[in-house]
């Protein structure tokens, strides 16, 4: 099975920061790479699907970029709702269908 | 509007039977493969299994597979999780999601929370 990490498992950033996270596959998964953002008490909601297409609907300060086994989530302007946490999934060889570990971005 | 409805938050005891359920609306019930993924509580997503309602063909993630059913009803557009024997380990939200072959999941419902306790 692929196995998911992402770096860093959390982070403290401020409103108008650039924030990158990164997401690792084990083994190469093309640009089957998926990201998620679960707020508390919330299902997690789809924000980028391809690595780096950004689904409909989701504000264009969110963007993803890689291929192969390394990815990365940047979101260009903090705004007070991105107050959340990210997940990564592969989608390339399933199933089953990994999910990163999460990192959670909170108010510094 | 595509809809995932899931049923009602549940509180058993050990040894409990449970069926939990993912009902759709708003796309053919049969282009799209729903899966189900665990959340235990302060922790991540677990992807548990899928069923493809157009041929009823299922896949499990190995640790959940001696031990939870899905099924579907095609009446009712309607996905099922089920355990006949719940552990104190089976509390957690369970979500269901909607997705095709190598594709995301775009659509997901709003959970359904089991606790298992004596």
């Known amino acids: 099975d692929i196995q998911m990490t992402q770096s860093p498992s959390s982070l403290s950033a401020s409103v108008g920061d650039r924030v990158t996270i990164t997401c690792r596959a084990s083994?190469?998964?093309?640009?089957?790479l998926n990201w998620y953002q679960q707020k508390p008490g919330k299902a997690p909601k789809l924000l980028i699907y391809?690595?780096?297409s950004l689904q409909s609907g989701v504000p264009t300060r969110f963007s993803g970029s890689g291929s192969g086994t390394d990815f990365t989530l940047t979101i260009s302007g903090l705004q007070p709702e991105d107050f959340a946490t990210y997940f990564c999934?592969?989608?390339?060889?399933?199933?089953?269908?990994?999910f990163g570990p999460g990192t959670k971005v909170d108010i510094k | 509007e595509v809809l995932l409805a899931q049923s009602g938050a549940e509180v058993k005891k050990p040894g409990d039977s449970l069926r939990i359920s993912c009902q759709v609306s708003?796309?053919?019930?049969?282009?799209?493969?729903i899966s189900w993924v665990r959340q235990m509580p302060g922790k991540g997503l677990e992807w548990v299994g899928r069923i493809d309602p157009a041929d009823s063909y299922t896949n499990y993630s190995p640790p959940f597979r001696a031990h939870v059913t899905i099924t579907d009803d095609k009446s009712i557009n309607t996905v099922y999780l089920q355990w006949s024997s719940l552990k104190a380990s089976d509390s957690a939200m369970y979500y269901c999601?909607?997705?095709?072959?190598?594709?995301?999941?775009?659509?997901w419902g709003p959970g359904t929370l089991v606790t298992v306790s004596s």
């Open positions: 999934q592969q989608s390339y060889i399933t199933p089953p269908f990994t």
């Open positions: 999601a909607r997705h095709q072959w190598r594709s995301p999941f775009d659509s």
């Open positions: 708003g796309y053919n019930f049969g282009n799209y493969w």
């Open positions: 083994q190469s998964i093309s640009t089957f």
């Open positions: 391809g690595a780096s």
